[in-house]
């Protein structure tokens, strides 16, 4: 299946990216960007990009695609509700009614959060928008996902672009362990996150918002892999 992944420069992104090379149900992947990745890659193709809110200059460019993996995303910290709303709802919408118009049997995989509010009236200025964000996108004409993981630890060499970030990562890295056995429900990987959006978008799921343990119990199944691939969850 051809994939279109945006985010590919963040964390997440990254990490989802570098399983779709890895697993050969994915001929194609476009990258949709501000900056070129950094991967060279036979089945990597990239549309760099500085217009993330009007994309009639792509739109047929985009047709023929079995699968959209959305992975930006910002934090909230010190944002205006309006400004937030406008780099998380509006941005990504913008992308998904493009998608929608000439891909509807297109499968949408969103990557939201832990504690998204669904209701879109609580207190969480973050949750609410994640939440009318998830509403807007399972309304579109086609098939979307819900991924809303909590804690994510990057693997296979994926690492965090935010120096403090990374350097908690780092910290963290010997506890995953215990930190998986502790919070289950909480915790996975940037490997089980990339492998669960390419098994839901290959074979669907019965549920449209998928939680950290429905995360990892897609992840973790027998990885699809290319030969010399790791292997390692």
């Given at each position: 299946m051809k994939v279109i992944l945006f985010g590919a420069t963040g964390m997440i992104g990254d990490g989802v990216l570098r399983?779709?090379?890895?697993?050969?149900?994915?001929?194609?992947?476009?990258?949709?960007?501000?900056?070129?990745?950094?991967?060279?890659?036979?089945?990597?193709?990239?549309?760099?990009?500085?217009?993330?809110?009007d994309y009639r200059d792509v739109r047929a460019e985009w047709s023929g695609y079995a699968a959209c993996f959305f992975c930006l995303g910002v934090s909230s910290v010190g944002m205006r509700e309006a400004d937030y709303t406008r780099l998380t709802y509006d941005l990504t919408l913008a992308a998904a009614r493009a998608l929608a118009e000439g891909n509807p049997a297109l499968v949408f995989?969103?990557?939201?959060?832990?504690?998204?509010?669904?209701?879109?009236?609580?207190?969480?200025?973050?949750?609410?928008?994640?939440?009318?964000?998830?509403?807007?996108?399972?309304?579109?004409?086609?098939?979307?996902?819900?991924?809303?993981?909590?804690?994510?630890?990057?693997?296979?060499?994926?690492?965090?672009?935010?120096?403090?970030?990374?350097?908690?990562?780092?910290?963290?890295?010997?506890?995953?362990?215990?930190?998986?056995?502790?919070a289950p429900g909480y915790v996975t990987t940037t490997t089980a996150l990339g492998r669960a959006m390419i098994e839901v978008a290959a074979k669907g799921h019965g549920r449209r918002v998928l939680e950290s343990n429905d995360i990892n119990a897609l992840g973790e199944r027998p990885a699809h892999r290319v030969a010399g691939s790791e292997s390692a969850p």
């Open positions: 399983e779709c090379l890895a697993d050969p149900r994915v001929s194609m992947v476009l990258a949709v960007g501000r900056t070129p990745c950094g991967i060279t890659h036979a089945k990597l193709r990239e549309q760099v990009r500085a217009d993330f809110f995989c969103y990557v939201s959060g832990a504690g998204t509010d669904s209701t879109e009236r609580g207190r969480s200025m973050w949750a609410r928008v994640k939440g009318k964000t998830e509403n807007h996108l399972i309304a579109l004409p086609f098939r979307a996902y819900m991924f809303r993981p909590a804690y994510v630890h990057p693997r296979r060499g994926t690492r965090s672009k935010t120096r403090l970030y990374q350097a908690f990562y780092t910290v963290l890295g010997p506890l995953y362990p215990l930190l998986r056995r502790l």
